[in-house]
């Protein structure tokens, strides 16, 4: 399973609705496929729970009970952003980031079930696909298609798998190389496609700098840094800056 293309995601939310209800969807599947999460896990976020400085996202609770500090694009971090100033988003210490918007429900965690099912009506009316079966049927994409997406960008941009373990919330580096379906050739390439240094490992994303160091998200780099931490991966030297 290797996530859907770009083109497939575009089609895929062009379906969406321009409601508060749209777009609150559009922000959740936006967290699954640029941030890798779970659907339970983007269905449970808190408002507290982004930073938007970093920007970044705290998992509290990833598939058993392990929290994890996940980076994220600006443009999704602009999405959230927007979406905390929606003016009919629920409010309250115990609101999710993402809620149920009206009935009895409103203000209450989303079911991840509802979450597949809406993929799943999108996925059809958008002709995006995850197979064909032997009769013919065409099987819609599911919310964990979205993760898969997020996964297989980060590799294919150089990411060692080991950091794309940490990214996804794996407690095993073995269950990630199962995962992105990848031989011990290509883990083995992208492990001498690092760039490491004593105090961690700089990676950068097209337009976007994190920096890990020492499993650390408190950790921020000034710009200046940052586009040397940039110019040293790019070139694939070790950064001391």
């Avoid at 497939?8 to 599947?29: A, K, Q, S, W």
């Avoid at 990630?176 to 011990?184: A, F, H, K, M, N």
Wanted: a positive charge.
């Amino acid at each position: 399973m290797r996530g859907i293309s770009e083109d497939e995601y575009r089609r895929l939310v062009g379906e969406i609705p321009d409601t508060v209800n749209g777009r609150r969807n559009r922000t959740m599947f936006e967290t699954m496929y640029s941030a890798g999460l779970r659907t339970h896990e983007a269905c449970e976020l808190l408002p507290v729970d982004f930073d938007p400085t970093s920007p970044s996202l705290s998992v509290r609770k990833g598939k058993g009970d392990k929290p994890r500090w996940v980076p994220i694009e600006d443009d999704l971090a602009a999405r959230i952003e927007a979406w905390l100033g929606e003016d009919d988003r629920p409010r309250g210490p115990k609101v999710p980031l993402l809620p149920v918007m009206s009935g009895k429900g409103r203000g209450n965690a989303i079911n991840p079930r509802q979450v597949r099912k809406t993929i799943e009506r999108l996925a059809i009316r958008a002709k995006v696909f995850r197979t064909v079966r032997e009769d013919g049927t065409q099987v819609p994409i599911s919310p964990h298609m979205l993760r898969h997406s997020y996964a297989h960008r980060m590799l294919l941009n150089g990411m060692p798998i080991s950091m794309i373990q940490r990214l996804l919330g794996h407690s095993s580096v073995t269950t990630t190389q199962r995962y992105l379906q990848v031989g011990d050739e290509v883990l083995g390439d992208m492990t001498r496609r690092a760039a490491w240094s004593q105090s961690g490992w700089k990676y950068s994303l097209s337009s976007s700098v994190r920096c890990w160091i020492n499993g650390s998200p408190q950790t921020r780099l000034p710009c200046a840094r940052a586009r040397r931490i940039a110019s040293c991966a790019s070139s694939h030297e070790v950064c001391t800056t």
